[in-house]
């Protein structure tokens, strides 16, 4: 400012806008001791200031206190201010915070002040850590209504609840909800019912759906991979492509529990059968297999899939066409043993796989 020909330089007196005398005597004297008094109180303002001004000793000692003091009341203004300034890592790891530990965050007053693409925004992202969807509901009843004037968002929003992840016990709390949106003034029996259309949407009516229904992460759950079926019309037996998890257990005759299976998703082509699943780091790996029937239909292609993103990633191939095999996971590393080479012929190699170095030995 005073060094590079701007007008400051040429002035007598210089206005600095926007600054408090006693916040700038503290940053002021930061630069000559290293040391600044921080608060939920005076962070963002000193921060801000330090930003504008360019005081290199003072805006590291702000963004770690933000880091190091996140918590389920301070993480939106922190998201919200890191922002406004382009710091990107200090706003992913607010955000990453938010994602984690959403239950917390959900009934804080700040939450409730959201705007409205920002809710949409969180309760739909795929990373959302939440004991049970049910946890996404109330979040969502409670931030509609704060507001009334929000009720006009109110199928948008709800259409970011994964109803089919419910169990049915869940349901019937949702259908206890005699909450309802208002058009045009009415109420009552006027109103248009809130969730109807998301129920219809995501096709909660029918266990076994083949509308691909997001899983949010983390979630430990039961994944069937592929495989074959028998075609009831043909009565033939065909490989597939597709992933299903177990989102329930009902009770069923007795002792016997009825699974509730909903579509996570395909795998690339081809489809496999008689293949090694592994999970490692939350994602799944897939080896090798089969594709078909025939004795030359073995294979050695691998794939990853990252749940969270629903990106698959093509690995390095085995060292030889393998089916049929046991598939360990140790220190990091999957061991593949034994097989089939065709199906005439076994195997009695291990091979070895780093998902590091994606190498096989």
């Given at each position: ?6 007008r400051e330089s040429r002035q007598d007196q210089v206005e600095l806008r926007a600054l408090e005398g006693a916040g700038f005597g503290e940053l002021l004297s930061c630069c000559y ?329």
């Amino acid at each position: 400012m005073f060094c590079s020909g701007m007008r400051e330089s040429r002035q007598d007196q210089v206005e600095l806008r926007a600054l408090e005398g006693a916040g700038f005597g503290e940053l002021l004297s930061c630069c000559y001791t290293g040391q600044l008094c921080l608060g939920w109180d005076s962070v963002f303002e000193k921060a801000s200031t330090a930003l504008q001004l360019q005081l290199r000793p003072a805006l590291p000692l702000c963004l770690h206190f933000l880091r190091s003091h996140l918590d389920a009341r301070s993480c939106l203004d922190v998201a919200a201010f890191a922002e406004a300034y382009g710091i990107h890592d200090l706003q992913e790891e607010a955000d990453d915070f938010l994602l984690s530990r959403f239950q917390e965050v959900a009934v804080t007053p700040k939450f409730l002040d959201l705007p409205v693409d920002r809710v949409l925004a969180v309760l739909g992202s795929d990373a959302l850590c939440t004991p049970s969807e049910l946890t996404v509901f109330r979040a969502a009843v409670a931030w509609l209504q704060a507001d009334p004037a929000r009720l006009a968002r109110a199928a948008e929003v709800m259409a970011a609840v994964r109803f089919p992840l419910m169990t049915f016990r869940e349901f019937r709390e949702v259908r206890a909800v005699e909450l309802q949106i208002e058009v045009g003034g009415a109420s009552g029996s006027e109103g248009v019912e809130l969730y109807g259309a998301s129920f219809s949407r995501f096709g909660f009516a029918s266990s076994d759906s083949r509308e691909v229904c997001r899983v949010r992460c983390p979630r430990q759950t039961l994944v069937l991979v592929g495989g074959d079926w028998l075609d009831p019309d043909s009565g033939q037996r065909r490989p597939s492509r597709q992933l299903w998890f177990a989102h329930a257990l009902r009770n069923h005759i007795g002792l016997v529990k009825d699974v509730e299976w909903r579509l996570l998703g395909e795998m690339p082509d081809p489809p496999r059968f008689r293949h090694g699943l592994g999970v490692l780091g939350g994602q799944l790996y897939v080896f090798g297999g089969c594709h078909f029937y025939a004795k030359s239909d073995t294979l050695k292609s691998a794939y990853r899939y990252n749940p969270v993103q629903d990106r698959w990633q093509r690995l390095a191939d085995m060292q030889e066409n393998r089916s049929n095999f046991s598939l360990v996971e140790r220190e990091g590393r999957f061991y593949a043993i034994g097989g089939d080479r065709d199906i005439n012929n076994n195997m009695d190699s291990v091979a070895c796989y780093c998902p590091n170095t994606d190498c096989w030995r």
